[in-house]
């Protein structure tokens, strides 16, 4: 065995060979794990919890064994396609009697904005562990009562920031920690796309409750604090809308932000539904920098430092960040950064201070 | 001869020789020239000074004739690198009988920024076409008055904006003019280095009037403006200070600011003295974006659109940049982007602007 092991080691080495042998890991892994695996029901059968059930195929402590949908039909899908039982079927009425259900560990809602904070409540009763997908709430209070709500009925709480797991970032994050860019000063993070259908619920402003910032924004606003390393405190802000049409009030389709940090550092983003190609993110140092470009779309991402091309393989994101959840709900693990409910507050508080910067044209300063 | 021609230009046609072209072309011309040339005085003999006389000798059209100092011992010293005569050397004193002297037709100031106002209304007064090094002004209402002195005196006024020469720089332009970014929407300006000597003129309040803004976020500035192709109509900004000994009161060490156009498009910019590694510029429109990674440096600029790397050869810019204001000013020749006093007026507006945005935290209006 030993030798079998220290001959794989080798050729896990070299270089050539090497971004295949995660791979060839994980399959050992799947065929011999017998440990314990977290039993997970998804509410909410849209694209996003579609990408997330087809992820957990790969996972190993991590498996899908129940839906909750207002669809009878996508429920009656999924079954098929998921091998789901008929009693870990639940729609937006009796979903609190997952409480009695012993296939079911915890849910994962990648429901719309607005109405992820009654979900998250409701599941915590059920006394269910809880994941759910990002933006938690719609702004810091909502986060907040998330975040009691779970505590008191002794469930965690998680949120889906899948890239807390991706191995270029932890690679950069690592390097930071390291002192390898210096003092940091700068960070850029550019985040956005050309949304298309204009009638999907991410443009109404009733179940979205914004509009980039509040779907692809956060991730500048999050990658800002994982990417510099501490917390900001202020954010000033500046909205512009091209499309009122398509915008409708209190949807936003361009936000430029920028955060100050305690060492000085300052960051520069952008969130928008209404241009192509930005998926970046920039830190620079005193000693070095860090570009990722992708930097957060679902893969692969790109990277490299002052030090040259980052490596480390590609993994799907939900595959990773669901087995890495199970980790932590199950074995008590603690990722590198924080995946729970109050590092979303943390997001939350700074999107509350951009929209109140942008709203007031003033500086806000931040109390995360 | 026209066989010739023929078949150097299809040696040119093929990728593999075409970057040693130039040069060999350049030789051709030096060679041959026999047409008008610029004599050109330079007022101001630091490191941008010499920087300027060096490249001029690769000059055909533009020649360095003679010198203004304050200092005696860099006018012999220049007198003997570049074979000045005594009659062509002047002092801050002196310097306005340039006007009864035929060896000189302009001269290019390269002085600290807070001298540049009256030296170029002097320079005007005495008849001569006036070259001003970046910024032209420390303000908008300098800048008006010295546009003002030089149309009366009926000379012409040009700035040292090397970057409108810059071949990658003006592919992106053609590119851009010729729809093949589609509607523009965003730009990203980073400007900045780690100043040292904290003794030099650049820090200094008083002959500086400003600090990284001045110097280095003026490309951001201008960049942003001929990149977009539109003048913005806002401006918001934010100040942060990290080392206050270094960078004194009136002495911007970082500042962000942001930018709104007429077309919706928008930018955001970092102007720094205390970071390394930004000289980046992003262009992104619905089609298609453009980089330049350094964007301002004196080079080589290296450049990518969504199209490809960009292969124009780099050339000094000062030398191309001397050559085109010599064609600008003998032959009336009109450049890409204009290089005139109003070019200049336009950022000061702006840059009147951001230091106004950051010390109120308001948004400004631009009107130019």
């Known amino acids: 065995m030993n030798s079998r092991r220290d001959f794989l080691q080798k050729i896990a080495a070299s270089a050539l060979v090497m971004p295949l042998m995660p791979l060839a890991g994980w399959a050992a892994r799947v ?45 009656k899908d999924w079954q098929g396609r998921f091998g789901i039982p008929e009693k870990n079927c639940y729609n937006y009425d009796n979903f609190d009697q997952v409480k009695n259900n012993p296939d079911i560990d915890a849910v994962y809602i990648t429901t719309p904005n607005a109405l992820h904070h009654d979900q998250v409540i409701r599941i915590a009763a059920a006394g269910k562990q809880v ?50 860019f210096g003092k940091i000063m700068f960070f850029q993070g550019q985040c956005g796309f050309r949304i298309g259908d204009p009638t999907q619920w991410r443009l109404n402003k009733q179940l979205a409750c914004g509009g980039a910032m509040m779907d692809i924004g956060i991730y500048a606003v999050n990658g800002a604090r994982y990417m510099v390393g501490e917390e900001p405190v202020w954010v000033t802000a500046q909205e512009t809308k091209t499309d009122p049409v398509k915008f409708k009030p209190g949807v936003d389709e361009t936000i430029q932000f920028q955060l100050g940090f305690p060492g000085g550092a300052v960051a520069s983003c952008l969130s928008t539904y209404n241009m192509n190609n930005l998926d970046r993110f920039f830190l620079n140092g005193e000693k070095g920098f860090a570009e990722l470009w992708p930097s957060t779309g679902y893969g692969p991402i790109k990277g490299r430092t002052n030090k040259g091309e980052l490596t480390q393989p590609h993994v799907t994101h939900q595959t990773v960040q669901m087995e890495e959840m199970a980790g932590i709900l199950l074995e008590g693990k603690q990722p590198t950064v924080a995946v729970n409910g109050e590092e979303a507050l943390k997001d939350l508080k700074i999107i509350d201070g951009i929209y109140q910067a942008a709203k007031t044209g003033q500086k806000v300063n931040l109390h995360l």
Chains 1, 2 share one sequence.
């Open 31 to 75: 065929n011999h794990y017998d440990g314990p695996v977290l039993k997970v029901a998804i509410m909410g059968l849209g694209s996003y919890g579609n990408r997330v059930a087809e992820a957990m195929k790969a996972c190993v402590k991590a498996k899908l064994t129940g839906v909750i949908s207002g669809t009878p039909a996508k429920i």
């Open 131 to 180: 994941i759910c997908e990002k933006p938690m709430a719609v702004n810091a209070k909502e986060a907040q009562e998330m975040i009691d709500a779970c505590k008191k009925a002794g469930v965690q709480l998680l949120v889906g920031y899948r890239m807390h797991f991706e191995p270029k970032t932890l690679e950069i994050i690592r390097m930071r920690n390291n002192g390898e």
